[in-house]
């Protein structure tokens, strides 16, 4: 050691080691290297949030409306089949696709020959029954117009009579059970042509003319049973009293009305109509027998492309059905349901139908899907306007709108178009896309996604559809200034939408930089860091 003497103070000074001068060197750079970063952090500027940017930029805008529709099939092939043939073959099963063409099955039709000897002898009764009523409904017509004259005339001569008995003979009082008991004889003697309130006019008439109810029942009950033979002058003939020319005139009244009555329906045209209507659905439901064992001798072939949907039949099994075919022809109650004013409609499809039953469907191509337009979106869609179709798996097919309602209809049906607001609409007008290829993904009843031009707008300026706010004013975006990495709040006007990128109106010129996904914080002249660059 070695010691200085400086006055009355002396300084020590001890020899270091090297190991010792290096760990005090470096323990003084972390030291400042703590301090310096220390003061860094208090005093460096704020950065603001990270955000990513994109440029506008010029591109194609397509808009679309897109929306979901319902697969059905545009013509089925129905097969029919009578009960009693025999299946010799059966080529398909359900879910197989044919091609047109393709033999589907075949048959021995001899044992369904009575088939055809019953529809034929329901169209040859009709036919006659129709002609029948023609021939006879000339005679009705005919007597019809005479005794309308005749009515006319007797209604003057019972006025003239009534009007000269108003001072003649008092009329007989009779109850009411009295009347009754002698409408039930009167109606024994004159038969059903006759109602009940046509009968009580004539028991009246009879009293008014001095008749006694005793009397009244003596002539009635002697003329019992005498039918269609009975003469209306053979009752009055049994009678005598001051007004018995009244009473005669007003009885011959009644019968004439009654007659009047049936001339008018035999004469009608509702009921020509309805003779004409049976024997034309006999003639059709003929030909159409004829028609399917032509097509069971030659066997069922596919005539266009499509799907087996059903298949009812087995092969070397004759085909019967627990529900067999209508018997014999019920002229009687059809007739009676005309003349008392029923829709007969069913009857005669009934009448005629059966025999008949679907031995194989085939769904044929093209499919179709129902769709529903709103109101904002009818006018963009046009008939033969190509669209696309994605089905469930993802494959796209080609489509062509092939009808539009002219009927807006209720509907729940929601697109996208609906969802931005530019169709809020409950009701909509149904329309139809052929899907032209339809793959093995393209199920009837199944929905497949529809998409369709609807505006288009070329090289225009575009920007991100993230990039894209939105508050109480209006539209806006945040534009990155690179020489103070702040934002400045833009309105700007959009146009067309397609999905990823909106055309701009106005607000912004191309190369315009502009914050992506801005956080919903950010607020006009906020400092942010870049961390990204995108293209539009």
Not at 27 to 35: D, E, G
Not at 244 to 249: D, G, H, K, T, V
Not at 322 to 345: C, E, N, Q, Y
Not at 421 to 432: I, L, Q, Y
Request: aromatic share 6%; glycine share 6%.
């Amino acid at each position: 050691m070695i010691t200085f003497k400086l006055g009355v103070a002396a300084i020590s000074i001890k020899k270091w080691s090297k190991k010792k001068k290096i760990t005090a060197a470096v323990s003084l750079v972390l030291v400042c290297a703590i301090a310096t970063v220390s003061l860094y952090a208090l005093l460096k500027p704020d950065g603001g949030p990270n955000v990513s940017i994109s440029q506008v930029s010029l591109n194609d805008v397509i808009q679309t409306l897109d929306t979901a529709g319902t697969v059905e099939s545009a013509n089925q092939g129905i097969f029919s089949i009578l009960e009693g043939v025999d299946v010799l073959s059966v080529n398909v099963r359900v879910g197989d696709r044919v091609k047109a063409g393709d033999v589907l099955a075949t048959f021995d039709t001899t044992s369904v020959s009575s088939v055809l000897k019953e529809k034929q002898r329901a169209f040859d009764e009709a036919n006659a029954a129709y002609n029948n009523y023609i021939m006879n409904s000339k005679e009705s017509k005919s007597q019809l117009v005479s005794i309308n004259t005749q009515i006319d005339e007797l209604e003057k001569k019972v006025a003239k009579l009534e009007t000269e008995a108003d001072s003649g003979s008092k009329a007989v009082s009779a109850t009411q059970e009295e009347k009754s008991a002698l409408s039930k004889l009167l109606s024994s003697i004159l038969g059903e042509n006759y109602t009940e309130s046509m009968l009580g006019k004539i028991v009246d008439s009879l009293l008014n003319a001095a008749n006694s109810v005793s009397k009244l029942t003596k002539v009635f009950s002697s003329l019992q049973g005498s039918g269609s033979m009975f003469d209306i002058s053979r009752l009055m003939g049994g009678l005598s009293g001051h007004d018995s020319e009244l009473s005669s005139a007003e009885l011959e009244l009644i019968e004439l009305k009654a007659k009047q009555a049936l001339l008018s329906i035999e004469s009608s045209s509702t009921l020509e109509s309805t003779y004409k209507t049976i024997s034309d659905t006999a003639y059709k439901s003929l030909e159409s027998i004829k028609s399917t064992v032509q097509l069971l001798n030659a066997g069922w072939v596919a005539e266009n492309d499509g799907v087996v949907r059903e298949v009812n039949i087995v092969a070397g099994q004759p085909y019967y059905k627990a529900k067999k075919s209508t018997s014999g022809l019920d002229m009687t109650s059809l007739l009676s349901a005309v003349t008392s004013g029923a829709d007969v409609t069913q009857m005669i499809s009934q009448l005629f139908g059966g025999a008949q039953e679907n031995g194989i469907v085939v769904e044929y191509y093209p499919f179709s899907a129902k769709f529903v337009l709103g109101k904002y979106d009818i006018s963009k869609v046009t008939m033969d306007q190509s669209v696309k179709i994605k089905t469930t798996a993802g494959s796209e097919l080609e489509g062509v709108i092939t009808y539009i309602s002219a009927v807006a209809e209720s509907s729940d049906s929601i697109n996208i178009s609906s969802l931005l607001g530019t169709s809020g609409s409950s009701n909509g007008v149904p329309a139809k896309v052929s899907i032209l290829n339809p793959d093995k993904n393209v199920i009837i009843g199944f929905d497949v996604d529809i998409s369709i031009e609807v505006d288009r707008a070329e090289n225009v300026p575009v920007i991100p559809i993230e990039a894209l706010q939105t508050d109480s004013e209006g539209f806006y975006v945040f534009l990155y200034d690179k020489s103070t990495a702040k934002v400045i709040k833009k309105d700007v006007e959009i146009g067309l939408y397609d999905g990823d990128v909106y055309q701009v109106i106005s607000g912004l010129s191309v190369g315009d930089t502009i914050v992506d996904n801005p956080p919903t914080s950010l607020e006009q002249g906020d400092r942010v860091t870049v961390t990204a660059k995108q293209k539009t």
